[in-house]
């Protein structure tokens, strides 16, 4: 009896490693399936390891992040992968973490340093230590979401955050080696932390390579590693690897959206607005009585396009459902075209919106009952990021806003789709 005691943990241990690392064939670039074939029982130690850890609250290794503790129990909980970041390859951990912090009693940062030293540390001290000899991560990436409650007009509601850490692996070998406090701070301060996509720093003042962005610093410890035998992510890498380069746009100063401010802009990309409207207008399908212009949001600059969706009578349903379909149909198709027009080393504007209005069949007074308006406001960085084949659809919508008849929403493709809320 207790050969057979001793064998039942270690054979849930085994069977639960194997429910929370994506398997191989699932992997579409054949480099990174070969590494994940290659190193899966180092794989599968890490949440065997991690399964010894007690985490003040439940956490749960998952394939989506921003999911409620109900989802997440029947939701596929495999997120432990190889993955590619700026060329280079790391190992990615997502998850959910359910604890729920107060905007009241922490402040952002407070929140993202909770959940890192709870979560993010701990899975990194069961992986770091199973590539010290091997050539591959490059770095270690790790997305986290938790909660956070607040209160709006007295009103108490909860939403989601996550945070995330992308650390060089000769930065975390350094951690893992270090003697005390200080030293191992300043190793993981190499690395970049992000809290919604918006980077930030754990402990101001403590970067340790000024002027250094990550993927230089994940290249340099890497090349500095392998003379020495040791070489050094509704996601979402792709966000990350914009976000690492460029300032994030909830990061910026706000910017001047005074009468005189809009108008000068305006008129220096007027000709360029001018000619983007008549060349994609068959494409587009521009408003003729609303012509792009910019306008302040959020305290940022988006330029506002005002467009008409159509679609046809068969795809009648809720305004989510109408709401992706345009996205998937129109907007998507427009983004890349659009961005022809607006030179990449001009950062005067964070962003653009894109305002349609849905038609069912060509009628004009026809979209489930009343028109439905959506509005896609996207940072420009994602844009890129998407024009570049590096994000997804879904990754682009969580990057930015989603308005349905003036009224933020949520917006999964998918299930939107397929017809659930």
């Given at each position: 009896m207790r050969v057979i005691n001793c064998a039942i943990p270690m054979l849930l241990l085994a069977v639960l490693s194997q429910a929370q690392v994506l398997a191989p064939d699932e992997i579409r670039d054949p480099n990174l399936r070969e590494l994940q074939k290659k190193y899966l029982g180092e794989l599968h130690q890490i949440p065997v390891m991690a399964a010894k850890h007690d985490f003040p609250y439940r956490f749960y290794f998952s394939r989506k992040l921003d999911l409620s503790e109900k989802e997440q129990q029947t939701s596929d909980q495999r997120s432990i992968q190889f993955d590619r970041y700026h060329d280079q390859t790391v190992l990615k951990i997502t998850g959910n973490y359910f604890a729920s912090y107060s905007t009241e009693l922490m402040q952002p940062t407070q929140r993202a340093r909770q959940t890192y030293q709870d979560v993010i540390l701990p899975l990194l001290e069961a992986a770091a230590p199973l590539f010290v000899t091997s050539t591959v991560p490059h770095a270690f990436a790790f997305e986290i979401s938790h909660h956070v409650r607040k209160k709006i007009l007295g009103v108490s509601s909860e939403g989601i955050e996550n945070v995330v850490l992308i650390l060089p692996k000769a930065a975390a070998l350094r951690y893992m080696t270090a003697s005390d406090e200080r030293t191992k701070q300043a190793a993981l301060s190499t690395g970049a932390v992000f809290l919604n996509a918006s980077s930030i720093e754990l402990w101001p003042g403590s970067k340790g390579s000024v002027g250094q962005t990550v993927p230089e610093a994940i290249a340099r410890s890497s090349s500095a590693a392998s003379a020495a035998n040791i070489s050094d992510s509704k996601i979402g890498l792709a966000k990350l690897a914009s976000a690492a380069n460029q300032p994030a746009v909830v990061a910026q100063s706000a910017r001047d959206?005074?009468?005189?401010?809009?108008?000068?802009?305006?008129?220096?990309?007027?000709?360029?607005?001018?000619?983007?409207?008549?060349?994609?207008?068959?494409?587009?399908?521009?408003?003729?009585?609303?012509?792009?212009?910019?306008?302040?949001?959020?305290?940022?600059?988006?330029?506002?396009?005002?467009?008409?969706?159509?679609?046809?009578?068969?795809?009648?349903?809720?305004?989510?459902?109408?709401?992706?379909?345009?996205?998937?149909?129109?907007?998507a198709h427009l983004i890349r075209p659009t961005l022809e027009y607006f030179k990449e080393d001009r950062r005067d504007f964070d962003g653009i919106d894109f305002s349609t209005s849905i038609r069912l069949g060509g009628d004009p007074n026809s979209g489930g009952g009343s028109p439905v308006a959506v509005e896609f406001i996207f940072p420009m960085n994602m844009l890129r990021t998407y024009k570049q084949f590096d994000a997804t659809g879904q990754q682009l919508i969580d990057s930015g806003f989603v308005l349905v008849n003036g009224e933020r929403v949520s917006l999964d493709l998918q299930s939107a789709e397929a017809g659930v809320r």
């Open positions: 959206s005074s009468p005189e401010a809009l108008k000068s802009i305006q008129n220096s990309y007027q000709s360029s607005l001018d000619r983007m409207a008549q060349e994609i207008n068959a494409q587009a399908h521009f408003v003729r009585y609303a012509p792009p212009a910019f306008i302040p949001f959020h305290n940022w600059l988006y330029l506002q396009l005002s467009v008409t969706t159509t679609l046809p009578e068969s795809a009648a349903g809720s305004q989510y459902k109408l709401a992706a379909l345009a996205f998937d149909r129109h907007i």
